[in-house]
């Protein structure tokens, strides 16, 4: 299992949000180098990044800084405003290791086709932000037709290999990850890599992650918060 600390740009800032809310967030960080660096410290060999400013109005404005903490030397994970073939090129040039696809798997699933066609399915992740049941798009503020697991499936028919699942309803709340879900997802599918998002608080909610076969976690608000060890907690999945 892997741990994938975040961090997440908005404006050129180091923020936090609750439940996709734009409207709560909260700058958490002042320098998203020194963040990274303590991330390094901790032994994490993965970054997730979110470039909300991309992901909310489809127009990257974080570039310098995704340069920046590729060049620090961990493998860079990145979402938001990923739409196009264009997009993908940009930010591979940045040096990003792997590309997560939002919104636009959801809009133009023959884009996640030919992304997956073009740089291989190792490169390729496709978000699932889910709330009661639905994908949701456009930083999580519109809902989609499209049920978690029909989505999942029609993904996996594209070959897609990692999947990203995020609750929204718990994704900054600390309340810990939605397991049922997530055990569902493990368990009604052969997904090669699902990375869990939202909600996790804890130590303990790493363990329990680990419990059900995840294959990675995605750590925030804890670690800024200081209610996790992050240190702590990829000794404990390693």
């Known amino acids: 299992m892997t741990i994938y600390p975040s961090i997440d740009l908005r404006g050129g800032q180091v923020v936090r949000l609750k439940q996709g809310d734009f409207d709560t967030t909260v700058k958490v ?14 032994g994490a060999k993965w970054l997730h990044c979110v470039d ?19 060049s620090l030397g961990l493998s860079v994970q990145l979402g938001g405003g990923l739409r196009t073939m264009a997009d993908l090129e940009a930010v591979e040039k940045l040096g990003v290791s792997r590309f997560v696809i939002g919104s636009a798997a959801v809009s133009n699933p023959e884009f996640v086709a030919d992304a997956i066609k073009a740089y291989g ?27 978690i697991f029909n989505f999942v499936s029609a993904m996996l028919q594209l070959g897609v290999e990692t999947f990203i699942y995020t609750d929204t309803a718990t994704d900054g709340t600390l309340a810990g990850p939605p397991l049922e879900t997530l055990t569902g997802l493990r368990g ?5 890599r699902l990375i869990a998002s939202g909600g996790i608080g804890s130590i303990e909610d790493v363990r329990a992650l680990a419990a059900i076969n995840v294959d990675g976690a995605i750590i925030g608000s804890a670690y800024y918060y200081g ?9 404990l999945v390693s």
């Open 121 to 147: 399915a190792d490169k390729i992740a496709v978000g699932v932000d889910s709330r009661d049941g639905f994908v949701r798009t456009d930083g999580w503020e519109k809902a989609s037709t499209f049920g």
């Open 227 to 235: 209610k996790l060890d992050l240190k702590e907690a990829i000794e």
């Open 188 to 192: 009604d599918f052969r997904i090669k």
């Open 29 to 42: 960080a002042d320098d998203p180098l020194v963040v990274a660096r303590d991330y390094i410290r901790c």
């Open 52 to 70: 909300l400013d991309g992901a909310r109005d489809g127009a990257r404005k974080n570039g310098a800084i995704v340069r920046e903490l590729c």
